[in-house]
């Protein structure tokens, strides 16, 4: 089987070379095509951060095994790292931490095992980058959350917590707050919970889990997450099991799989051989389980975790008083102890079962639309709009643009109201929502809010707009604050 493989930037290439070469040793049976991916890509005048030849690569093999990437700072590049999760639908981000013997941390030393596997949404949330600035003083960044996507995510978190055999999968969100989107998925994960009643299916309010996590972790199995909460989440969990050093990293899709190290490309020690190559080797460990190599990946694993029970280790982590190995001399200690078990953690050596290697040769983009399950009716629209005037004097100008069909509801800045009511005390920025909503929520068309929109513009600059949506009763936009 051939997969492909991007050694990175910074210390990628050292800590690539030291997987690979314990993969070797073992004879796990992979052959890989080395592709240009990473910051020197982008240097030669990919906007990307891939070629064009590394791209056809990775859509032709289906597996991606990288190291750790930069993207070019101050030159409006998009992530290389981001990049390649959302081109290739990579939905699902699976960080596995789990305590490992030899590794020193607070809750180890406490005798309280951490085994959480956090499951994050990958392509949605605020990773979009669809930002504008509205006025000079005001930016605006849109959060997309979507139920093909929610669906999507959360049910692959509930497929894997199945056959890892767990108790519990957990939901975290800020549905308190963002009561439509992360209200959407809320909805989903317990939409698809009532599918898997063997598991017990509970939610947790965001902040609540962070505080949860560092105090009692093992309380908790598997938890599913939007994209920027389970990137904190993620990072968070990491300092319970030592650090990212120790975090693998797989990111599933239906046609192409990413395996990685989650840490940074550490360019002040590259090139001196001293990097810690356990988060890759624990993602390549990932994705050898995921290819069907189990064999070979539980004796790769018993290794390193034999290794690590020996008090070995690199200069980032262990006992002070042994001097630290360096990439490569840390690489042969592991290969040293293959076919040794830990006392702790050791790993059942199942027979491998490689999959058929599978290509799927799309012809066009896979749609995603959910059934539409009642009447859609457009109600009014928001108009975001350019001020410095006064509220009273503001909505006085809207009004005369009313018309019949609308009235002006109210009058937000910063998500909380100042007209009708208000207070004096509240500080305003130069921009302000402008609700207006059919009179009697009668339904109206498009093009009676472009000509609403028309009038606004002789009085204002209009900076954005959103129509306001109903799906039969159910309101689907938001209240300001105080409304």
Known sequence: MKIAVAKGDGIGPEIMDAVLKIFNANKVPLEYEMVEMGKWVFDKGFSNGMTPHAKLTIENLGILFKGPMETPKGKGMKSINVTARKTWNTYANKRVFQTLYGVDTVFSKAGIPVDITVVRENIEDTYGGIEHMLTHDVALSRRFITRPGSLQVIKYAFEMAKKKNAKRVTCAHKANIMKISDGLFLECFYEVAKKYPELKSDDVIIDDLCMKLVTRPDNFDVIVLTNLQGDIVSDLCAGLVGGLGFAPSANIGDHICIFEAVHGTAPDIAGKNIANPTALLLSGIAMLRHLGFMKNAAEIENALLYTLEQGIHTGDFGEKTRPPLNTTEFAGAIISNFGKTPAQGAKPLLENMPAT?????????????????????????DFFIESTEQPDIIAR???????????????????TQVWPTGSVYTNLVNQFNARFESVDTAPVRQQDIIALYLGLSGDFKICSSELLNMWGDKRAYSLAQGQ
């Not at 012809?363 to 629209?381: D, F, R, S, W």
């Not at 100008?397 to 998500?415: D, M, P, Q, T, V």
């Open 397 to 415: 100008k809207c009004e005369r643009h009313a018309g019949e069909k609308f009235k002006l509801i109210n009058l937000s800045n910063r998500g």
């Open 357 to 381: 290697t599978t290509h799927f040769k799309l012809e066009k983009n896979p749609l995603m639309v959910t059934e539409e399950m009642e009447q859609e009716k457009i109600v009014g629209a």
